[in-house]
């Protein structure tokens, strides 16, 4: 068992506190069948899209490592959709674990994973359950942004840079307030009409300040996924309505269309998420 020494506050009931679960053993196929469904919350080829953008950061910022140790908070995305990135990051990797504070999402991935070498811990990301420097590398996108009060952001990314190892990477996405969208939004999530809940995020230049002041150096940023998902929602659901199958096409193409942006300074307002990449040090 990865990490056996789990406990929380020297107590013995782990299982209320971080519960491990380890992936099944099951025939391959079957899992490479079950991960690649529809999201019902997204639009299949956007999940392919965020999957594909996502993977892409990762490895790129993690570059020649060989991290053996990795940690990715949420499981949302493993354990409901098509844009899960965890199962496939890190072929290499002795141990990838998944955490989160819904058992249900921490159950669903484990049924998804692949064969062996992972760990899904139910467990709170602003007072985890793993030893101080336990991961190489920690990715947490999207996670820190659902939290109500902003001491909770900074009390979960205080926690990350506790459980990196020195010279460890720590990879952070959070909703990009400098969307003109991103305010409809959460206006939207806080009357349940959007599949999730958004809470307190991060300027790009705030997120890099709270970085390096628990004590990590910044070494890229970026802005991901330019796609306005209030918008493109309701044209791509229109789509399938009309068209079915024939809609993956036009949708393809708003998807590139969209994906421009990119391209421009405004990028920082189009984009999702904004990405930092910080280093520990040895």
Known sequence: MFFPELRVGGADDMAEHAQILHAPVAAPA????SRGGASWYLDPLAAEQKRRIHQELVRRWTGKTSPQTVLKTDLF????????????????????????????????ARGRAPLSGFSFVVTDVRATAFPTGSFDVVISNSTLDHFETREDLRAALKELVRVLR???????TLDNPANPLYAALRWMSRRRW??????????QKQLNRWLEEFGLQVTANDW???NPRIISTGIFLALR??????ADGPIRALLALFALSNRFPTR???ACFVAARAQKAL
Request: aromatic residues 10%.
């Open 30 to 33: 079957a899992h490479a069948a």
């Open 77 to 108: 995305e493993e354990a409901n959709g098509a844009d899960w990135i965890l199962f496939d990051l890190f072929p290499g990797a002795e141990h990838v674990v998944g955490m989160d504070i819904e058992s249900d999402y921490v159950t669903g």
């Open 166 to 172: 020195p010279g460890g990477t720590l990879i952070v």
């Open 224 to 226: 991901l996924i330019h």
């Open 268 to 270: 920082r307002f189009s």
């Open 194 to 203: 959007a599949p999730f809940s958004l809470g307190q995020t991060a300027s």
């Open 241 to 246: 309505r009309m068209l079915g199958r024939y």
